[in-house]
Structures are given as structure tokens and as C-alpha cells.
């Protein structure tokens, strides 16, 4: 199992640009993520989807758009990139937990390194 | 989602017990404690994740009390590649996802 992994790994934009990132898992997990990390900072999440064709807001949405049109694919897309976009990007999985005692534990993947200039 | 404080940086040295304890007052019913570890470069990593008591497993204890309002990880005998830094979160699955937030982690510099 590759577990999961982004594309691409680093990537320069000017501003004003648009680009999207492809996060793909090979462990049939039902929940997937993106959150930013910006330098000395701690993981903010940006949105999230519970499944197939579902997508929510997280903490940091603005700026950023993401579709789920397949279960093994989260795509986060900037429609106008700017400065302060600049940051590493990292999609997460895990398994669906709707019962107690189940592992909450999230599978990350090794980030994209974005920097816009 | 509860908010949790942890220390911003500790030292140690190798072969020495490390722990690194977190405060999370606002903790739900439903909440679990989970550590992440981040080496640079590189996606968190999940190390351990506990609803009470003790728990334990090859790389990590996890001490919670009672009342929950804290927690503590203890690494045992660390070593030089155990320098990373370390989130504590605490969330649960309230069918809107597993969501985590991450706060800004203690920073462990193991020296030899």
C-alpha cells in the first residue's frame, strides 16, 4: 500500500494563478482532509470530506475550493493564489469511527511545499 | 472541539523518560486524547490515542487521569531520533468527520 500521497511535492505560483492539488489514498478510508501548515505553526484545517461526493468547511475555508468525486481522491484547488497562500499543504485520511472505541487515528500524507510569489 | 496547552519546547537527553503533558479543560464526553509526532518535513504521525486511564503500546505510555482535564505522554529512554515535535488533540467522531485541531505542539530536542 502506498498509503497516501500528494501531488505535486512543490509547486511556484505568481499571484493570481490557479492550481490544484491531488491527495490520493489506497486504504478505502471514508473521511479525507487538507490542512496548512505555515513555518513554526501547528496544522490548520481547511476542509474536509466525510465521503464520496461530501465536502465541509474547516477552520481556514477561505481562498480554497475541494471536490471528493471519487473515495480515493481529495482535490483542494486555489481559483487566485496569493502571498499569504504560501505554506505546506497536507491531506490526511482515516477510517469512519461511528462507533466508540475506534481509532481516530489520521494518515498523512508527505505534504506540498507551495510557495506564491 | 476542545482546546488543549502543552508546553512550547522541552530538552532532555538520551535514555532518559520524557514526559510531555497537555491540559485540555473544555474536554466533551465523547472526546479521546490522541498524540501526533512531526519530524521536519514530513506529515504528523500518529503515536497514541487514549479515553482514560493508562494506555500503552511499543512506543508510548498515555496517563489520564480521572477527570480528563489533562494528560500526559511519556516516552521511555528516548533517543536522538525521538527529537520532533509533539501535538496533543483531542476530538472524536460526531458524525461531521474526526476532526482535530492542532495547537502548537511541544518541541523535544533530545541531545546526546
Known amino acids: 500500500n502506498a498509503g497516501v500521497t500528494q501531488t505535486p511535492k512543490f509547486r511556484v505560483l505568481k499571484t493570481g494563478q490557479s492550481m490544484t492539488l491531488l491527495c490520493a489514498q489506497d486504504m478505502n478510508h471514508e473521511y479525507m482532509y487538507w490542512y496548512r501548515q505555515d513555518p513554526g505553526m501547528g496544522l490548520r484545517l481547511i476542509h474536509y470530506s466525510v465521503g464520496e461526493g461530501t465536502t465541509a468547511k474547516g477552520e481556514v475555508p477561505d481562498g480554497y475550493n475541494v471536490s471528493r468525486l471519487k473515495k480515493q481522491n481529495f482535490l483542494l484547488g486555489l481559483e487566485s493564489a496569493a502571498p499569504s497562500q504560501t505554506s505546506v499543504y497536507f491531506c490526511?485520511?482515516?477510517?469512519?469511527?461511528?462507533?466508540?472505541?475506534?481509532?481516530?487515528?489520521?494518515?498523512f500524507g508527505p505534504g506540498t511545499r507551495l510557495t506564491v510569489t | 472541539l476542545a482546546k488543549t496547552t502543552q508546553p512550547i519546547s522541552m530538552d532532555s537527553y538520551e535514555g532518559q523518560e520524557v514526559n510531555i503533558t497537555c491540559s485540555h479543560n473544555?474536554?466533551?464526553?465523547?472526546?479521546?486524547i490522541t498524540w501526533y509526532q512531526q519530524f521536519p518535513s514530513q506529515g504528523p504521525r500518529f503515536i497514541i490515542q487514549?479515553?482514560?486511564t493508562k494506555v500503552t503500546n511499543e512506543v508510548a505510555s498515555l496517563f489520564i487521569p480521572a477527570d480528563r482535564k489533562s494528560s500526559t505522554l511519556s516516552l521511555p529512554r528516548v533517543s536522538l531520533s525521538d527529537t520532533a515535535v509533539y501535538y496533543c488533540?483531542?476530538?472524536?467522531?460526531?458524525?461531521?468527520?474526526?476532526?482535530?485541531?492542532f495547537g502548537g505542539g511541544t518541541r523535544l530536542m533530545v541531545k546526546p
Open positions: 487514549g479515553y482514560k
Open positions: 488533540l483531542v476530538g472524536g467522531d460526531n458524525n461531521a468527520g474526526n476532526m482535530l485541531t
Open positions: 473544555n474536554i466533551a464526553t465523547n472526546d479521546y
Open positions: 490526511a485520511s482515516s477510517f469512519y469511527t461511528g462507533l466508540a472505541g475506534g481509532s481516530y487515528e489520521q494518515y
